[in-house]
């Protein structure tokens, strides 16, 4: 099956520190790829979905200017938290549709743990 | 009330167990539906999917949909160690902009 990878795996950085999360897809070519946010015991929620070449679209309640999504390429999508603080330690996971992808078509990645200290 | 309601759980079986996992929706509008499975600091996997209702079945797994009663259901037979994880059902809507909608996700552990 397709392989979405994400890079950092694990990270920690200071309280008003940025942060950038990639997320790759291996071996196709994804035209549209979402950012997911996971705390502990609770579901994925939608942050947003990102189409290459254009700009994010967010989920209502979702910051922005916070959470800066850049998908310039069609293997490479982009999270940047910028000025984190501790309320925004979680697991973040991005998926990566096929072109011409259907619903089940969307492949995970293995997700990066923001700690902010 | 969620779209999309799930069990909490934990849930603790002995191996061989039959499991049965649940889920609710309120969206009469879902058309596909999946269960993923979630290995703990992973990702999550696409383990079975449904159009629509009725039954399918790969090999110890069988996924049942009835839209009538807005109702899926995963069912793992003869269950082993190696499936313990965070099962989460989704669903969405057609269109090529649908987005999937989670449940809450469900902890199994299989004893040995």
């Known amino acids: 099956g397709a392989v979405v990878s994400q890079h950092p795996s694990r990270v920690i950085c200071k309280s008003g520190t940025s942060v950038k999360i990639e997320c790759r897809s291996l071996?196709?070519?994804?035209?549209?790829m979402f950012w997911y946010r996971q705390f502990p015991k609770k579901s994925l929620m939608l942050m947003a979905t990102?189409?290459?070449?254009?700009?994010?679209?967010?989920e209502q309640g979702v910051e922005k200017d916070k959470f800066l999504i850049n998908h310039a390429s069609l293997t490479l999508s982009t999270l940047t938290v910028t000025s984190a603080h501790p309320e925004d330690s979680s697991f973040y996971i991005c998926?990566?549709?096929?072109?011409?992808?259907?619903?089940?078509?969307?492949?995970f990645g293995p997700g990066t743990r923001l700690t902010v200290l | 009330q969620k779209e999309v309601e799930q069990d909490p759980g934990p849930l603790s079986v002995p191996e061989g167990a039959i499991v049965s996992l649940n889920c609710t929706y309120s969206?009469?509008?879902?058309?596909?539906f999946m269960w993923y499975r979630q290995y703990s600091r992973k990702g999550p996997e696409l383990l079975m999917y449904?159009?629509?209702?009725g039954n399918k079945e790969d090999g110890r797994f069988t996924a049942q949909v009835d839209k009538s009663s807005k109702y899926i259901s995963l069912f793992i037979r003869d269950s082993q160690p190696s499936d313990s994880a965070t099962y989460l059902c989704?669903?969405?809507?057609?269109?090529?902009?649908?987005?999937?909608?989670f449940g809450k996700g469900i902890t199994l552990s299989v004893r040995p």
């Open positions: 998926s990566a549709r096929l072109p011409q992808g259907g619903y089940n078509e969307q492949f």
């Open positions: 071996d196709f070519q994804a035209t549209t």
């Open positions: 990102s189409n290459e070449g254009s700009k994010a679209t967010y």
């Open positions: 969206n009469s509008a879902f058309q596909y």
């Open positions: 449904t159009y629509s209702s």
């Open positions: 989704a669903m969405t809507p057609t269109g090529a902009n649908s987005k999937l909608t």
